[in-house]
Structure formats: structure tokens, C-alpha cells
């Protein structure tokens, strides 16, 4: 199984590394040409408004769309779930527009836009999943088709529609490998419940943490691209930095 991580920006060497501690070939995948062969792709997080202008510039928006119509498996973590969703009202970029959700971005408001909470997702076994959340989306609205796997507040922050695959949250900045898992078995059509035990993978009694972070901030005023002012302490959102002024 090969599978390609969109390397436009955002946080594309921690799939890569969840992917290896699953055994799993991963590429990153900037042109078109790169998609030949894989077997699903991950789209991180990053900043939607940047991932999608670059899509556009390596004219990937279109093979991108072309796979998921034959069902090709794509996760999207946080920005990545925004650039799937058919309807974002706040982007004024195109987005990939796959999956028949519409999406808020940064949706926790500037107080709580980055922050860590507990989350049940029964797909993905063995207990609460640490999820965070950096000036995350929330979708706002799921239509026919679409399973919610989890919600926080009452809205769905991790949603799945067919092999389409995405979450609000950043699986990849914790060391917790059961949503990698979890759509490794969506590639592999094997979403049963009878072999477990391979959720067993980044137990969450002691991993699942955050890795080496333990603090998140913003900083910065607002400067028309949100993301600009986003900071965090231990561990910087990979490619951040690639948009700051
Ligand atoms: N707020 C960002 C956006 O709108 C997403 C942030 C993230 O991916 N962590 O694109």
C-alpha cells in the first residue's frame, strides 16, 4: 500500500511519520503525476486559503476530484477537511469540494481557537481520542450519506462519507496511530470490528498525548490570512512558518 500526503504546506512529515509506524509507504505528493499509483492520499492541516491557492497553481484540484469520484480514499485533517467540504461559506478560495458537508472555518472563535479535548469516537476503539485543535473548523451541516464519528458541543468534528475520510482535529501532533489506523482500514475496505486488536496501536492509556506539546498560543493580531497569527509553544503546526509575515 502506497499512500501520497499532499506536501503543498501544513503538517505533512508527521503523516508521513504516522504512516511509517504503521508499516505504510507514504509520499509526498505535490503534481499531478505524483498521485499515479498511490493507493489514497492524505490532505493535512495547514491554512486552507494557502493549500488551496497552491492546489490551483499545480493544477491538482481537478485529478484530486477525478479520484474520489472513482472512490479513490482521501483523509483531510482540519484544513484538509475544509478543502474536502462542498460548501465553505468563510473561504474565498475554491476548494476540492468532495464530501456533501458544509464547514465553518476557524470556528472556536479567537478565545479557544487552539485547544485539547477528549473525544469519543466509537470507530476508533479503546477509549477517548485526544484531539487538537488549532483554529479549527466545525461542520456545520452533513447531508444524506455522511456518518458523524464524533462530535464536540453538538457539532460533528470528525465526519466519513464512503472512502472520504475528515477531521477537525489533528490526529498527526499526537502519537496516537487509531485514526491512521482506522482509514488504513478504509483503504483496505476492512472496516469490521472482528480483529481489534490492531486498534491496540497507540493505546491511548498512556500515548495519545500531545507530542513534546504542552501549551498551544496565539499570538499576533488578525491580518486578513487567520493563520498568520497562529503560534504554539512546544511544537510549532508544521509549515506555520511558511506563512508568517
Ligand atoms: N484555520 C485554518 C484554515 O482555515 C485551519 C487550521 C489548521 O489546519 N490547523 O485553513
Known sequence: MKIGVLALQGAVAEHIQMLSALDTEAVPVRLPSQLDGLDALIIPGGESTTISKLLTDYSLIEPI???????????????????????????????????????????????????????????????????????????????????ILCQLNDKPVAVRQGKLLAC???PELTDDLRLHRYFLD????????????????????????????????????????????????????????????
Open 65 to 147: 476530484r477525478k479520484l474520489a469520484e472513482q472512490g479513490f480514499p482521501i483523509l483531510g485533517t482540519c484544513a484538509g477537511l475544509i478543502l474536502l467540504a462542498k460548501k465553505v461559506p468563510n473561504l474565498e478560495m475554491e476548494p476540492i469540494g468532495i464530501m456533501d458537508i458544509e464547514v465553518k472555518r476557524n470556528a472556536f472563535g479567537r478565545q479557544v481557537d487552539s485547544f485539547e479535548a477528549d473525544l469519543e469516537i466509537p470507530a476508533l476503539h479503546n477509549g477517548t481520542f485526544h484531539g487538537i485543535f488549532i483554529r479549527a473548523p466545525i461542520v456545520e451541516k452533513v447531508e444524506k450519506g455522511v456518518e
Open 168 to 170: 477537525a482535529f489533528h
Open 186 to 245: 478504509i483503504v483496505t475496505g476492512d472496516t469490521s470490528t472482528t480483529n481489534l486488536s490492531r486498534y491496540s496501536e497507540g493505546a491511548p492509556m498512556q500515548s495519545g498525548r500531545p507530542k513534546n506539546l504542552t501549551q498551544h498560543e496565539v499570538s499576533g493580531e488578525e491580518s486578513g490570512d487567520p493563520s498568520l497569527s497562529l503560534r504554539m509553544t512546544g511544537k510549532s503546526l508544521p509549515g506555520d512558518a511558511d506563512c508568517k509575515k
